[in-house]
């Protein structure tokens, strides 16, 4: 946890000296979207820094796609709200349903 917080902090200041408060919501926005992909793999067992790798690159992948499918038929805001939605009901159902470990 330490490291994905170190992470962010450095990434937020980096942007910020660079592209100002535009870089600062981009910033928020890769993590907004990646959250609920972080949240999912909360749930097998990685390693903070594979959750926090692989839960980007599904955010930038999968989200992006599944709204830019959706907005197609309908506003781009509901589709995003709809697709964060989904994914977060989805990491909570698979938190609920997945078979605990025994040892």
């Known amino acids: 946890m330490v490291f994905l917080l170190i992470t962010v902090l450095i990434t937020l ?10 870089g ?11 959250s609920p992909f972080y949240l999912m793999l909360n749930n097998f067992e990685l390693t903070e820094g594979e959750k926090f790798v692989f839960s980007i690159l599904f ?3 999968l989200f992006s796609a599944l709204v830019y499918l ?6 781009f805001r509901i589709a995003i709200i709809a697709t ?10 698979i938190r609920k349903y997945k078979p605990k470990k025994q040892s």
């Open 13 to 22: 200041v980096f942007s910020y000296i660079l592209f100002g408060v535009t």
């Open 24 to 34: 600062i919501r981009v910033v928020l926005g890769v993590i907004f979207i990646s």
């Open 59 to 61: 955010g930038l992948t």
């Open 70 to 75: 959706l907005g197609l038929v309908i506003s």
């Open 84 to 93: 964060f939605l989904v994914f977060i009901i989805a990491a909570f159902l």
